[in-house]
């Protein structure tokens, strides 16, 4: 009777992986080659840096992070939570704080200009921005936007600046070539 029982075992183990085998082959993941991710974070973050101009010159400067929402789990289903990027951008979006502007700090952002992101398959990042009057950016204000964005990502563990692409496309322009940014020291 035992022999029986163990033959009966093996074979309920074997139809047990067989099935798992099964589900497991037809769950409609498909293998992909080796994705490489960023440095995870270090830590929590508490401030932002925003590229603002000194003189015609590109300066980061930091500030500290926008207070978070306290939100409802519920009321959140299928909301998209806003990101570092959009947060340093929408800061960006509003000019020197009057502390920033009385030390000579510039922006050449439009005040009245919109920025919204958007991350594409090809490992890139688009950066698009909005001004109601149509006006094309100019290339001091290019160069903030993507050492912002850029610094938003590596200000959170997110990698090497060098190896973050972004593109800017602006009203009725074609998309502004990629910028190099000077180091931000917080």
């Known amino acids: 009777?035992?022999?029986?029982?163990?033959?009966?075992?093996?074979?309920?183990?074997?139809?047990?992986?067989?099935?798992?085998?099964?589900?497991?082959?037809?769950?409609?993941?498909?293998?992909?080659?080796?994705?490489?991710?960023?440095?995870?974070?270090?830590?929590?973050?508490?401030?932002?840096?925003?590229?603002?101009?000194?003189?015609?010159?590109?300066?980061?400067?930091?500030?500290?992070?926008?207070?978070?929402?306290?939100?409802?789990?519920?009321?959140?289903?299928?909301?998209?939570?806003?990101?570092?990027?959009?947060?340093?951008?929408?800061?960006?979006?509003?000019?020197?704080?009057?502390?920033?502007?009385?030390?000579?700090?510039?922006?050449d952002i439009p005040s009245d200009a919109t920025l919204a992101t958007k991350y594409v398959d090809d490992g890139g990042n688009w950066v698009f921005v909005y001004t109601p009057d149509g006006k094309p950016l100019t290339q001091h204000a290019v160069d903030q936007i993507v050492c912002t964005f850029v610094s938003s990502i590596t200000n959170n563990g997110g990698g090497d600046s060098k190896q973050i692409k972004v593109r800017v496309l602006d009203t009725g322009k074609k998309p502004w070539p990629s910028q190099s940014c000077p180091v931000a020291t917080p």
């Open 1 to 107: 009777m035992t022999r029986r029982h163990g033959l009966l075992s093996a074979a309920t183990l074997l139809l047990v992986g067989a099935l798992v085998g099964a589900v497991v082959a037809g769950c409609g993941i498909r293998p992909s080659r080796v994705i490489q991710g960023w440095e995870a974070p270090k830590g929590a973050v508490s401030s932002l840096i925003v590229y603002l101009l000194d003189h015609g010159t590109l300066r980061a400067v930091t500030r500290p992070l926008p207070p978070s929402p306290t939100l409802d789990p519920k009321a959140t289903a299928g909301m998209i939570i806003r990101s570092p990027q959009d947060d340093a951008l929408r800061a960006l979006a509003q000019g020197p704080t009057a502390t920033e502007a009385a030390g000579g700090l510039t922006s």
